[in-house]
């Protein structure tokens, strides 16, 4: 595996993103890292980690984040909705709000987009790229056999299309670029809290954890790999 030297974690504020940017300074410690958030201010620093605000709802402003990098090797994007204050993942078609379907759409699909867009030129000066974004399986249109979750569900599988298109567009643009969906299991983070009570025993999992996995996957992965959905230990998840 090359080695990154430009790293970049999308979402670093959050309960993944986080055990990200904590697991990529210990296995990467000559790397540069940035790392964004956006309401969580952070309290955790190091020499080679920069902080930068970022809205991802705001195309400018992940344009211009993306226009100040001249070679990124790793992106990892870590940002996701499934509730707000007011509307959770909906039971029924009865609870479907217009305006939160178009903000999941806002925050789990779109940005993924914007940001290869973004940084597709700092990519092309590395030698090795891994653009990694954090999926789920409810995602899976095969693999969906409760339903609800409308929102949250649509907006995943949407963000699997990109990633699915991207991988393809690359494989001739961007030959040393590995792109991933991946699935971190039902994770300890405020994210799932609200949703935690039926998981079995042993299936929730520490973000420090996932982190480690994710990023074995990550490092072990090589361009052949490139457009495929896996979950933590590496297995396929069916589109
Ligand atoms: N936790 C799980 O069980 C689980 C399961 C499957 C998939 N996933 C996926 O894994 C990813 C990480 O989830 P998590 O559990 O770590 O969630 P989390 O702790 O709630 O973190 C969410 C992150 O998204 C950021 N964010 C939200 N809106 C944003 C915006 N408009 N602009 C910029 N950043 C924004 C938050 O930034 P601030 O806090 O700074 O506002 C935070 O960094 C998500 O894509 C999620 O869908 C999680």
Redesign the pocket.
Known sequence: MTKPNHIVV??????????FVQELLARFPDATLHA???????TFHAPNLKWVS????SAADITQFGNQFTQVDWLI??????YTPEHGPEKNIESVDAQFFMRSI???TL?TLLLAQAFFPAFKNSPSVKFA??????GSIEDNGLGGWYS?RAS?AALNMVVKNLSIEWRRRLKQATVLAL??????????KP?QTNVPQGKL?S?DNVAKDLLDLMAGSTPSDSGQFWDYVGREIPW
């Not at 979402?11 to 986080?18: E, K, L, T, V």
């Open positions: 999308i979402g670093g504020s959050g309960g993944i993103g986080h055990a964004t958030y956006h309401h969580t201010v952070p970022l809205d991802v709802t994007n870590c940002v996701g909705l499934l806002e925050i789990n940005p974004v954090l999926s789920a399986r409810v949250y995943k699935h971190p299991g039902t994770t300890d983070t405020a994210l799932s949703f999992f973000a």
